[in-house]
């Protein structure tokens, strides 16, 4: 197959997508790597011409990728994940209102352009976790225990910001990975307790949370994605969902992912909006049953293991 991954400059030189690219690669398959973000490029001309089987983003919040994957899409290409879902799930305030209206377990959300705004909510929902309505990967994010600390939390330049109630926890969150119709839960140290002894590694995925994570690949039309849980008093939380995570602890990752890929590629993608699909796949000891048909190693053993995939600097287009 031939594909095209979309890699932001923030990405260029992470494991994750690189490590992907590099075992598709491996199993025979050709992959332009393009850099939305510091590359000249031919949109109309590579994209009309519609040589690639599927387009692949890892995007940042605003990044230029998205607008490329969803121009593939707009001329009926297959992306990974759907351009849409993306879009719904970058945009944090779009986020909430879309799940609680679909009954997934998500926090009452506020919005506000600055932090010191939400002192006009009620003290009982106090403590409240701040945060950009843009944000990723822990950025940003803080712990508010009352409104008379909110001036001082305020930071320059963020954009519109969300609060939530806060969730008692222990330091640690479960974060659920979906790999087309494939879950991995993992605990991971919570970013509002960066200093907690917490042994982060691969866990049993419980079927309530289990549930919840296949709801959200429903609702919102994604195939890889992930998803962030607190374990509350009253059951499962969902404090927030990412599109293409890093897929950290779960079992040959690269391996899987690239697989996933294939699978949504030769499909013309997966799950769409609205409708719940099939029980999601719990492996209790996942295999590996993608790309070639004889058994094939999911990283080198040599010098050099693990580290960053060496791709092209960027497809001009």
């Known amino acids: 197959m031939k594909l095209c991954f979309l890699v932001e400059e923030l990405y260029r030189h992470?494991?994750?997508?690189?490590?992907?690219v590099r075992q598709l690669t491996s199993w025979g398959h050709q992959v332009d790597v393009v850099r939305p973000g510091g590359s000249?490029?031919?949109?109309?001309?590579?994209?009309?011409?519609?040589?690639?089987?599927a387009w692949v983003l890892k995007t940042v919040s605003g990044g230029p990728g998205l607008t490329l994957l969803e121009a593939a899409a707009a001329v009926g290409l297959t992306?990974?994940?759907?351009?849409?879902?993306?879009?719904?799930?970058?945009d944090k305030v779009l986020t909430s209102v879309i799940a609680r209206q679909h009954g997934l377990p998500v926090p009452v959300t506020y919005s506000a352009p600055r932090a010191a705004l939400f002192a006009d909510i009620p003290d009982e929902l106090f403590p409240l976790v701040v945060k950009p309505a843009d944000g990723s990967s822990g950025r940003g994010v803080r712990?508010?225990?009352?409104?008379?600390?909110?001036?001082?939390?305020?930071?320059?330049?963020?954009?519109?910001?969300i609060a939530q109630p806060y969730v008692a926890n222990p330091g640690s969150d479960l974060k659920v990975y979906c790999l087309a119709g494939e879950f991995h839960a993992t605990v991971r140290r919570s970013p509002l307790?960066?200093?907690?002894?917490?042994?982060?590694?691969?866990?049993?995925?419980?079927?309530?949370?289990a549930a919840a994570a296949?709801?959200?690949?429903?609702v919102f039309g994604l195939d890889l994605y992930g998803i962030d849980v607190v374990l509350?008093?009253?059951?499962?939380?969902?404090?927030?969902?990412?599109?293409?995570?890093s897929f950290r602890q779960v079992p040959d990752a690269a391996a899987r992912l690239a697989g996933a890929v294939l699978e949504l590629a030769r499909s013309g993608g997966g799950v769409r909006t609205g409708a719940l699909g099939?029980?999601?796949?719990?492996?209790?000891?996942p295999l590996i049953s993608y790309g070639r048909p004889q058994p094939h190693p999911v990283a080198d053993s040599g010098p050099g293991a693990g580290m960053a995939a060496a791709v092209p600097e960027g497809v001009q287009i």
């Open 79 to 90: 992306t990974v994940n759907d351009a849409r879902s993306i879009r719904a799930v970058r």
């Open 143 to 161: 712990l508010v225990a009352d409104p008379g600390q909110l001036a001082e939390t305020e930071q320059a330049d963020e954009g519109q910001l």
């Open 214 to 218: 296949a709801k959200v690949g429903a």
């Open 232 to 245: 509350g008093p009253d059951g499962p939380v969902i404090v927030d969902i990412n599109d293409f995570p």
């Open 40 to 53: 000249l490029l031919r949109i109309s001309e590579e994209v009309r011409a519609g040589t690639h089987d």
């Open 193 to 209: 307790h960066p200093d907690a002894p917490v042994d982060e590694r691969a866990v049993p995925l419980p079927a309530e949370v």
């Open 14 to 20: 992470d494991g994750m997508p690189l490590d992907v």
């Open 278 to 285: 099939p029980a999601p796949r719990i492996p209790a000891q």
